[in-house]
């Protein structure tokens, strides 16, 4: 079974550029979650879906991040502007019963 | 407020000696418990999870882990350690469905195997 897809791996970007991320979630999990991790910490939540349905965006920094998961399965998360600060590896995860599948991560680098 | 506090940074084992990795919760309900390894570049993958009855749970690679209820903990362990499990370690309290039903992550623990 495939695990959680992430893409791209890695992207670097000027500030006040945009970028997106996609993920593709493992097949049948209703739960998808976008986290953010910063250097030399733990992963901390931008927002969770269950299905369509955003359940908790309260982390999500509205003015500049955006996500959506069209149809309940893959799932976009979109940065504009980016500012220097969003350098990180965004994560996407998964989830039936209640434990998390994570991808490998998109690492952003802004410039 | 939820909170997970990993309080060694960074630990260094001789190959084939023990390992311990500690990991103090704060959460007023049971806990949800899951033990993380991150290799450098990759995501997370599930070590172990603890959702209730036995107290000691064996999880992937030869880990287990310990619930304290009294001592809010759920230490991670491996009775020898290999040199492939140098890697970063997290700690994760899951929040109830009706409380976010996210994980909330500790700092991590660097782990340095020497040969």
């Known amino acids: 079974e495939a695990g959680v897809v992430q893409s791209p791996r890695y992207k670097i970007i000027e500030k006040k550029q945009p970028v997106a991320f996609w993920c593709n979630p493992i097949?049948?999990?209703?739960?998808l979650y976008w986290y953010r991790q910063n250097l030399g910490q733990g992963p901390e939540l931008l927002i969770r879906?269950?299905?369509?349905?955003?359940?908790?965006d309260s982390q999500l920094p509205k003015d500049r991040f955006s996500a959506e998961r069209l149809k309940g399965v893959d799932s976009t998360l979109k940065i504009q502007p980016a500012e220097l600060g969003d350098s990180a590896v965004y994560l996407c995860?998964?989830?039936?019963?209640?434990?998390?599948?994570f991808g490998q991560g998109t690492r952003l680098t802004v410039v | 407020a939820q909170s997970v506090t990993q309080p060694d940074i960074h630990i260094t084992v001789s190959e084939g000696a023990s390992l311990e990795l500690r990991c103090n919760y704060s959460?007023?309900?049971?806990?949800?418990l899951f033990w993380y390894v991150q290799s450098p570049g990759q995501g997370l993958q599930l070590l172990l999870k603890?959702?209730?009855?036995?107290?000691l749970v064996q999880g992937i690679k030869g880990f287990e882990a310990e619930f304290k209820r009294s001592q809010s903990s759920f230490n991670l362990r491996k009775p020898s350690v290999h040199w492939s499990d140098a890697a970063e370690y997290f700690c994760?309290?899951?929040?109830?469905?009706?409380?976010?039903?996210?994980?909330?992550f500790g700092q991590g623990t660097e782990l340095s195997v020497k040969p």
């Open positions: 603890y959702f209730s009855g036995d107290t």
């Open positions: 097949s049948g999990h209703n739960t």
């Open positions: 994760a309290v899951g929040l109830l469905y009706n409380q976010g039903g996210k994980l909330i």
């Open positions: 959460y007023g309900a049971t806990p949800y």
């Open positions: 995860a998964s989830s039936l019963t209640g434990e998390a599948f």
């Open positions: 879906y269950e299905n369509e349905e955003a359940v908790d």
